[in-house]
C-alpha cells in the first residue's frame, strides 16, 4: 500500500497483499509464553503472515570461536523448540514461518526488520538478562529506538486469554496523529468482537504561582476545563457514532487529570484492558520532529500493564480513518 492511500473501514486491505507482515521476536526459554499468542491474534485479525524469529546470540569477540558442531546443534535445537512452539500456541500457527538469526539480539532483530520491508514487531519489554529489572530491557528499548515501523510491546505477564481481546483502548487526543490508528484498532476489534474504549484525558491547566491563587484564577481554570470538557465529550460522540455504525461495540471515556500519562496508565489498569492501540507522538508530532515517541507514548511503553501496539505514521496499516468522513489525513499533513 502506498503513502497516501486510502481505505474504507468496512473494506480493509488484505495486509499479505502489500507486503506487510507480522515478526514475533521469541527466546524459546523467554517469555514466548506471552509474546506468541498475541502475535498469532495480530497476524489473524490483519491476514498477514506471521513469521517467529529467535536471535542466538554470538560469543563475545574476546571469547574462543564457537565449536562449528556446537552451533550446528543449537540452531537445530532452537529450530525444534520455535516449531514446537508454533505448533502448539495457535491451530493456525502451523504456517508460521521460522527464522534464525545470529549475532547481537537488538542488531539482527532491526536487521531482519528493514530487510522485510513494513510491518510489526512484536517482543516482550524484558528478557531472561533483564528480568529482575522495573520497565523494558535494554534490547527492547534498542529495538524501539531503531525499528522504523511499528511495534507490539508485550509486558511479562500479560498473557492472551483463550477467547482473545475482550476489551481494547485507543487514548486519543483530538489530533490526527492520535486518530489515524482508528481503522487498525476497529479492525482488532471487529475481528475479535471486542468492546473499543474510545479514551480522552483533559489535562488540569497549570497557572503561574509566584502568588497565591486568587479567587478569579481558580474560576478561570474552572472555565478551561469545563470548556475542554465539553469540547471532548462532542469529539469523543463523534467517533463514537462513526465506528458504531459499522457494528463496533464503541465506549468512550472523557477523564480529569493532573497528569495525562498518569491517569491513561491507571485507566488501562482498572479497566482491564487486553491491548492498547495508540500513535508513536499525539499533538506534540508536529513540534517536536526530532522525537520518536511523545511523552505518552514513552511513559506507557515502561507502565502499561496491557500490551501497547505503537503505531508509527509511516504504517500502511494507519493510512485510513474513520473521521469525520470516514477517512484521515495522513499525520504527515499534520505537520503543516
Not at 82 to 101: F, G, H, K, T
Not at 273 to 283: E, W
Request: hydrophobic share 45%.
Amino acid at each position: 500500500m502506498s503513502t497516501g492511500e486510502a481505505v474504507t473501514l468496512n473494506q480493509p486491505t488484505d495486509a499479505s497483499s502489500t507486503g506487510f507482515c507480522v515478526t514475533a521476536c521469541v527466546n524459546p526459554s523467554g517469555q514466548a509464553a506471552s509474546v506468541v499468542p498475541h502475535a498469532f491474534a495480530i497476524a489473524q485479525a490483519l491476514g498477514a503472515p506471521l513469521t517467529l524469529l529467535h536471535v542466538l546470540e554470538a560469543r563475545a569477540a574476546r571469547e574462543a570461536r564457537p565449536d562449528p558442531i556446537e552451533w550446528d546443534l543449537r540452531r537445530h535445537e532452537a529450530r525444534r523448540a520455535l516449531d514446537r512452539i508454533a505448533s502448539s500456541s495457535q491451530p493456525a500457527a502451523a504456517n508460521a514461518d521460522v527464522a534464525l538469526a545470529e549475532g547481537p539480539t537488538a542488531d539482527e532483530i532491526c536487521r531482519f526488520a528493514a530487510g522485510h520491508g513494513d510491518g510489526l514487531i512484536v517482543l516482550g519489554t524484558r528478557g531472561r538478562r533483564d528480568a529482575s529489572l522495573d520497565g523494558i530491557g535494554g534490547t527492547a528499548h534498542n529495538v524501539l529506538n531503531r525499528v522504523p515501523g511499528s511495534i507490539l510491546l508485550v509486558p511479562v505477564d500479560a498473557r492472551l486469554a483463550p477467547s482473545g481481546y475482550r476489551r481494547i483502548i485507543v487514548p486519543v487526543d483530538g489530533s490526527c496523529w492520535a486518530e489515524s490508528v482508528l481503522p487498525l484498532a476497529a479492525r482488532l476489534a471487529k475481528a475479535a468482537d471486542a468492546e473499543l474504549l474510545l479514551a480522552h484525558v483533559v489535562p488540569m491547566p497549570e497557572l503561574t504561582e509566584t502568588r497565591p491563587l486568587e479567587p478569579e484564577d481558580l474560576l478561570l481554570r474552572r472555565r478551561v476545563v469545563e470548556r475542554n470538557e465539553e469540547t471532548a465529550r462532542a469529539y469523543l460522540e463523534r467517533m463514537r457514532a462513526s465506528l458504531a455504525g459499522r457494528g463496533l461495540r464503541v465506549r468512550v471515556l472523557s477523564l480529569r487529570g493532573d497528569d495525562v500519562r498518569v491517569t491513561l496508565a491507571r485507566l488501562i489498569d482498572t479497566e482491564a484492558a487486553d491491548l492498547v492501540v495508540l500513535s508513536a507522538r499525539g499533538h506534540g508530532g508536529s513540534r517536536h520532529d526530532d522525537m520518536r515517541y511523545g511523552s505518552v507514548a514513552s511513559y506507557l511503553m515502561t507502565h502499561s500493564t496491557a500490551p501497547l501496539l505503537i503505531v508509527r505514521p509511516s504504517s500502511a496499516h494507519v493510512e485510513p480513518s474513520a473521521m469525520p468522513d470516514h477517512r484521515v489525513r495522513l499525520p504527515v499533513a499534520c505537520s503543516a
